[in-house]
């Protein structure tokens, strides 16, 4: 999909919004770098505050506790903040691979991303697995080169690093002075301004000089020699080597600009946000089943990307997380819920500020609001002002690991059923039903996700559960003729199971079953994704 520039018809309301993702390698930065977003952005004023609400989040069920406890990240969120004109709407992504599927939908409800790498480590495993989510999609990508002021490679090492690994174009538009504990801050390449790093003041924004380029004799003033001299040399080289920033190989997705900075020092952040806001699109276009949602359509359109489980264990609500797409949302307007028909009015819809949920008055396209439910509305339905929209793209994909689970109370097994549907709808497990016998199958892509399986149901519904090995090793949803799949389902009983939409699933367990089935079922294809609707 070729990205238009950000269209001037557009409300100006939602030609000022921006909804982006940060992905990264684990240790990177994310976290220190969204602090600082948000405290560039004016939303709160201590930085900080994103990892200490988080573990305050945290510490109220116990799931979450072993999530802190291994280190990683494993739910979403979203949070919103203004900077200078624009309105950025942050979602945010889980940083452990096992959850990867939870991710690509995140980026479903995405325009843009922010790539994060250490400036020590260069491209890392789990940002290669997250750019490429993002190429599916031909997501633009702006990159941040963090900790600079450690011991860094050398930019166009780094650089060399991403063209190469990620068949990427790189632009720079900022280059970093010296490294390290030398490192001073970064000669601005788009607007000719020196940035100066401020070691002893993390929170505050740096200083920021104007320069007519760089024969500049101000330069002079403010670095040493030698650093200059350096800077001159690397900026010819980079002009005459490097590809110089291009609006529409970036919305494209062909090309990332890269800024070079320190998170914990504030360093760079201004010029990543100011690139945020000049560069990333607008609300984009999403597609439907029918047509084309565009941002400026009048009438409020959405999709659920991410159900999360109320945070207090107590309760069983849940907080469906919705893209708006178009138009201009009012608290309490009645949506169409399209997958049942019914009417919803949406009466205590949540913004993520920054500082805290609040209740959302209005919204607009491209906004993130939380709809809490008690389970009507699951991930991929619509919701709309009548028209019954499909939204596509939001897939489920096949399972790398199956386990038979129990209860470890015999007695309570119908709560065992409750808790499993209820999280296969959330889209944290993908449940299946045999046709023969007794009991459930769960899948999941990693197999850290079976642990907060298992500890969610053990808080949230008092009983311990046990998974135990199958011999199955993936499944494929069927697609074909009724008749031809009915045929299917009747030769291959012993391996089939139903999903927890009733929809037929072929267990499978070595590449062979499949090389065969397709063979001998040649109408029916074998599907290794989903459409979530
Ligand atoms: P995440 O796992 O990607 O969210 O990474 P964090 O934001 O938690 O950062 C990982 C570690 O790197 C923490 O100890 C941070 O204090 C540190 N860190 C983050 N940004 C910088 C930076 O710019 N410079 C230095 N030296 N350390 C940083």
Redesign the pocket.
């Known amino acids: 999909m070729s990205r238009t520039h950000n269209a001037p018809e557009l409300p100006p309301e939602i030609a000022r919004r921006r909804t982006f993702a940060i992905i990264?390698?684990?240790?990177?930065?994310?976290?220190?770098?969204?602090?600082k977003l948000l405290l560039h952005g004016g939303a709160i004023n201590m930085a900080g505050q994103v990892?200490a609400k988080g573990e305050a989040r945290r510490t109220r069920s116990d799931f979450m506790k072993m999530e802190q406890e291994r280190?990683i990240?494993v739910s979403a969120s979203a949070m919103s903040f203004e900077f200078a004109d624009y309105w950025l709407n942050l979602v945010d992504t889980p940083?452990h691979a096992d959850f990867s599927e939870d991710t690509y939908r995140t980026l479903t409800a995405v325009d843009a991303a922010v790539m994060?790498i250490?400036g020590a480590k260069g491209v890392e495993s789990q940002t290669r697995k997250l750019f490429e989510v993002c190429r599916l999609r031909d997501m633009p990508i702006l990159t941040f080169c963090?900790?600079?002021?450690?011991e860094s490679r050398d930019p166009f090492e780094i650089i060399d690093e991403i063209q190469e690994s990620l068949a990427l174009d790189v632009a720079p538009v900022s280059w970093p002075i010296g490294m390290g504990r030398d490192f001073l801050g970064a000669y601005d390449l788009v607007n000719d301004r020196l940035e100066l790093m401020d070691r002893a003041e993390r929170n505050v924004k740096g200083r920021s000089i104007a320069i007519a380029g760089l024969d500049d004799p101000k330069l002079a003033e403010h670095l040493p020699a030698d650093r200059l001299e350096e800077l001159r040399a690397e900026v010819e080289m980079a002009r005459g080597l490097l590809p110089t920033f291009d609006r529409q190989a970036f919305l494209d997705g062909t090309l990332t600009p890269i800024w070079f900075?320190?998170?914990?020092?504030s360093?760079g952040v201004k010029e990543l946000l100011t690139g945020l806001g000049a560069y990333a699109p607008a609300p984009q276009p999403r597609a439907t089943e029918t047509r084309q949602i565009t941002a400026d359509e009048p009438k409020v359109a959405g999709f659920v990307f991410k159900v999360q489980a109320n945070m207090d264990p107590k309760h069983r609500d849940r907080v469906a997380f919705v893209r708006l797409c178009s138009g201009h949302f009012k608290r309490g307007a009645k949506l169409k819920h399209v997958r049942s028909g019914k009417q919803m009015a949406i009466s205590n819809p949540v913004l993520f500020l920054a500082n805290d949920r609040e209740i959302a008055d209005d919204a607009w396209a491209g906004d993130i609001i939380g709809v809490p439910n008690h389970g009507q509305l699951r991930i991929g339905d619509a919701l709309t002002e009548g028209e019954d929209l499909r939204f596509t793209g939001i897939p489920s994909f096949a399972p790398e690991l199956l386990q038979s689970v129990r209860a470890g109370d015999p007695l309570k097994a119908k709560h065992l059923d409750k808790a499993l549907t209820q999280f296969a709808e959330e889209g944290a497990a993908k449940l299946f039903k045999p046709e023969i016998g007794a009991g459930w199958i769960v899948g999941v892509v990693g197999p850290l996700q079976f642990d907060v399986l298992g500890s969610r149901i053990e808080i949230e519904y008092g009983l311990p559960v046990r998974f135990e090995p199958t011999q199955y090793a993936s499944a494929r949803w069927l697609r074909g003729a009724a008749a031809d799949v009915d045929a299917f389902i009747k030769a291959n009983r012993g391996q089939m199971a139903r999903d927890h939409d009733g929809d037929p699933v072929f267990l499978t367990r070595i590449q062979w079953d499949i090389d065969r089935a397709e063979k001998d079922f040649p109408n029916v294809e074998l599907a290794a994704t989903k459409q979530m609707m």
């Open positions: 990264s390698h684990p240790d990177a930065g994310k976290t220190t770098l969204t602090e990892r280190g990240s940083g994060v250490d963090n900790k600079m002021d450690r900075g320190s998170a914990i020092n360093f």
